[in-house]
């Protein structure tokens, strides 16, 4: 059974930049959810997506949001990119009503 | 708030000793207690879990035991070797509709 996949597995851009990260869940598993990893930070939730919507958000700007696609994949965009945003990008999916969440390999996004 | 602190490291071990990582958590209700592992360059694998008091978590050689009257998880390991040099996450969830809250990484060195 294929894993969470996550593209690009690198990402370099530009201070004032839009970011794109996409995700594919596990076969079957309906809810994605977003982790930034950043250094010194620890995993900190950005976005919960499941059935499509958006169910929870964490304590970022606006300037992060994303969407669920129809088939369970899901896409994060950051825009006006932030020296800050520099971290590692993690996407997990979970069944819906389970508990486990699955991670994907990450995208990492340097913002120079 | 949902909180879990974890003894943040390094450590380093020789190889075949035995590991301890200590993890505490702060829960309003009755959460599902996880241990991921981060292997350098890489995302999140779900390592063990629990879903009550009581029950313990295996795999590959590494436990832990849901600990409610002292609200831990620790992770433990009777003897760890070189491939099991990573960074360990304790991490928590109040139900399947919550994100997880993790502590801020163990990184544990084993050497030969």
């Known amino acids: 059974e294929a894993g969470v996949t996550q593209s690009p597995t690198h990402l370099i851009k530009t201070r004032g930049q839009q970011a794109t990260l996409r995700c594919s869940p596990i076969s079957g598993h309906t809810s994605v959810y977003w982790y930034q990893q950043a250094l010194g930070l620890g995993l900190q939730f950005l976005l919960w997506y499941d059935e499509g919507e958006e169910r929870n958000r964490g304590n970022f700007p606006p300037r992060f949001s994303g969407r669920q696609f129809p088939n369970y994949s899901s896409e994060l965009n950051v825009n006006a990119l932030e020296l800050e945003d520099s971290a590692l990008y993690l996407c997990?999916?979970?069944?819906?009503?389970?508990?486990?969440?699955?991670f994907g390999p990450g995208t990492r996004l340097l913002v120079l | 708030g949902d909180s879990v602190t974890q003894m943040e490291g390094p450590v380093t071990l020789s190889e075949e000793a035995f590991l301890t990582i200590n993890c505490t958590y702060t829960a309003t209700g009755y959460p599902s207690l996880f241990w991921y592992v981060q292997y350098p360059g890489e995302g999140l694998q779900l390592l063990l879990k629990?879903?009550?008091?009581?029950d313990k978590g295996s795999n590959k050689g590494f436990e832990a035991t849901y600990r409610k009257e002292t609200t831990s998880f620790h992770l433990e390991k009777g003897s760890v070797q070189v491939s099991d040099s990573a960074v360990y996450f304790c991490?928590?969830?109040?139900?399947?509709?919550?994100?997880?809250?993790f502590g801020k990484g163990t990184r544990l060195s084993v050497i030969a």
């Open positions: 997990a999916s979970k069944m819906g009503g389970g508990e486990t969440q699955y």
């Open positions: 991490a928590l969830s109040e139900s399947g509709n919550t994100p997880l809250v």
């Open positions: 629990a879903t009550k008091a009581d």
